[in-house]
Nanobody
């Protein structure tokens, strides 16, 4: 079992920055990667970014590449998502999730993430 707690969401204007955090507890030694996903009202959940738990591998959705940066602090079991140049279309509920699949650690598919946080709301006004 892994518990994930996100924080850092809020309401900002377009062009502003926000930093999200996700702290994991429990069986963290079994995590291979952490991902961020988001879901806007009326839309399906979509991949945002992922990071290898032990190595340096990262990946981003095309819509956020160059604006968002994912990082981790293993000592704190925490993953961060730095979001710059925010746009109204970034408005969504952001979730972090844990991937326990070594062969699919870099997957962008939600089915490979077994544990999810409760989500943190990000709202970007125009």
């Amino acid at each position: 079992q892994v518990q994930l707690v996100e924080s850092g969401g809020g309401l900002v204007q377009a062009g502003a920055s926000l930093s999200l955090s996700c702290t994991a507890s429990g069986r963290t030694v079994s995590i291979y990667a952490m991902g961020w996903f988001r879901q806007a009202p009326g839309k399906e959940r979509e991949f945002v970014s992922l990071i290898s738990w032990s190595g340096g591998g990262t990946d981003y959705a095309g819509s956020v590449k160059g604006r968002f940066t994912i990082s981790r602090d293993n000592a704190k079991n925490t993953v961060y998502l730095q979001m710059n140049s925010l746009k109204p279309e970034d408005t969504a509920l952001y979730y972090c999730a844990a991937n326990f699949y070594p062969r699919h650690w870099d997957s962008k598919r939600a089915e490979y993430y077994d544990y999810w946080g409760q989500g943190t709301q990000v709202t970007v006004s125009s």
